[in-house]
Every structure is written in structure tokens, then in C-alpha cells.
């Protein structure tokens, strides 16, 4: 069975500093997905990460995917207000499931 | 530009009664999804349509019931709704058969059961 563990599940940061974080899984899967949600609202999709060694970047923020150690990582570069939300890595397991499996979600805060 | 529309967007229910909620896309994709979302649990699957005429269970799918109408609709029934299925619901979906292709999300459904 597919797990999905994201930490840490709540962050606090001030602007301009940089921080990661981390989604592991506990089986083979070569697509991973990150999601951000504002309070109240829908999942957005941010990035489709396809294969070992896959990085993807979109202004502030940086996904990458290591399928070896079954980990991706969500890097924060000088953070600003804008980005507080939550975050959502979600993994498809290899076979063709559609069952997608979600983490936890981790809650970003960054304070002026 | 519709893309996953939902309703209602918000409901309340007395215990034992039932409802359906809706969810529709217009942009031609084969797979629906149903998930829940509870307080610091993330989201988790409660059933899926990979294709017209097809569903399957997710990881929650006791008390619930879905339906593939057609391409375009999936429907989630509560035939006896329960204190536990307050949530907020979200309806999903994809183009099954491109690697590269996230899920789109509706916008919810906030139901409380009391």
C-alpha cells in the first residue's frame, strides 16, 4: 500500500528566507505531482515531476524528484507573503492506478 | 472556461438523510474522481470513474455510492448521510493515457451533517 509523508506539516518563515519541503513515499512510482491551496478554496496544480531526476521551476519555488530514494522536494526561494498556502505533494502509483495518494499537505506561513 | 463545476457549493444535512452531490467537466477528460478533505488529513480518494461506465473504490468509499452518467458527469450519493461524513468534498479530473496530465479540481463542496 501506497504512503505518502510530507513534513514538516506546518511551517512558519519570514520573508526572504529560503526552506524545503520533503515528500516521501513508500513505493515505486515514477510521477509525482505537487498541489498548493489557499484557505477556502480549490487545489491547484503547480508541477508534474515524470521521471528520476526531474526539475521543474516557477518563480519563487522549485520541484525536483529523486525516484531512487522515493523523495521530492519543494524548495522556497526568499519567500514572500504571497506564497503562504498549503501545500500538497500527491503520488500515482506505478501500474497505471488512478488512485492518487496524498500527503498531508503543509501549511506555509510567511510573516513580513 | 468552466473546466469541474460543483454543487452545491455548500450543504447542511440532518442525520439519516440523504442527498447527491453534482460534479461536471467540460474539457473532454475520461477519468472523475471523488475525494474528501478533513482536517489534517489531506485529501483521500473516495471513488473513481477511470472511464464512461466504469467506477471503483477509493480508500474511503463506505456510506457513499457514485455514478458515471455520462463523460461530461459523476455524481456522489450519501444515501444515509452521519455525523462523520462532514467534510468538504472535491470532484476531480484527468486526461487518463498523458503521463504529464495533473487533475483539475472543483471548487468543493462544504457539507455539514448534524
Known amino acids: 500500500e501506497l504512503k505518502v509523508e510530507q513534513n514538516p506539516l506546518f511551517l512558519s518563515m519570514q520573508e526572504g528566507k529560503n526552506y524545503t519541503i520533503y515528500c516521501n513515499y513508500s513505493t515505486t512510482s515514477d510521477r509525482l505531482y505537487w498541489y498548493r491551496q489557499d484557505p477556502g478554496k480549490s487545489l491547484e496544480s503547480l508541477f508534474v515531476?515524470?521521471?528520476?531526476?526531474a526539475v521543474k521551476q516557477e518563480g519563487r519555488l522549485m520541484a525536483s524528484l529523486d525516484t531512487k530514494a522515493r523523495l521530492s522536494t519543494l524548495h522556497i526561494t526568499a519567500a514572500v507573503h504571497d506564497l503562504s498556502a498549503t501545500y500538497f505533494c500527491a503520488v500515482d502509483p506505478q501500474g497505471g492506478s488512478e488512485k492518487l495518494v496524498f500527503g498531508k499537505g503543509t501549511k506555509l506561513t510567511v510573516n513580513p | 472556461n468552466a473546466g469541474v463545476t460543483q454543487t452545491p457549493k455548500f450543504q447542511v444535512l440532518k442525520t439519516g438523510q440523504s442527498m447527491t452531490l453534482q460534479c461536471a467537466q467540460d474539457m473532454n477528460h475520461n477519468s472523475m474522481y471523488w475525494y474528501r478533505q478533513d482536517p489534517g488529513m489531506g485529501l483521500r480518494l473516495i471513488y473513481y470513474s477511470a472511464s464512461e461506465g466504469t467506477t471503483d473504490k477509493g480508500e474511503v468509499p463506505n456510506g457513499y455510492n457514485v455514478s458515471r452518467l455520462n463523460k461530461r458527469e459523476f455524481s456522489l450519493r450519501l444515501e444515509s448521510a452521519a455525523p462523520s461524513q462532514t467534510s468538504v468534498y472535491f470532484c476531480?479530473?484527468?486526461?487518463?493515457?498523458?503521463?504529464?496530465?495533473?487533475?483539475?479540481f472543483g471548487d468543493g463542496t462544504r457539507l455539514s451533517i448534524l
Open positions: 515531476l515524470l521521471s528520476n531526476g
Open positions: 476531480a479530473s484527468r486526461y487518463r493515457g498523458i503521463r504529464n496530465q495533473p487533475q483539475h
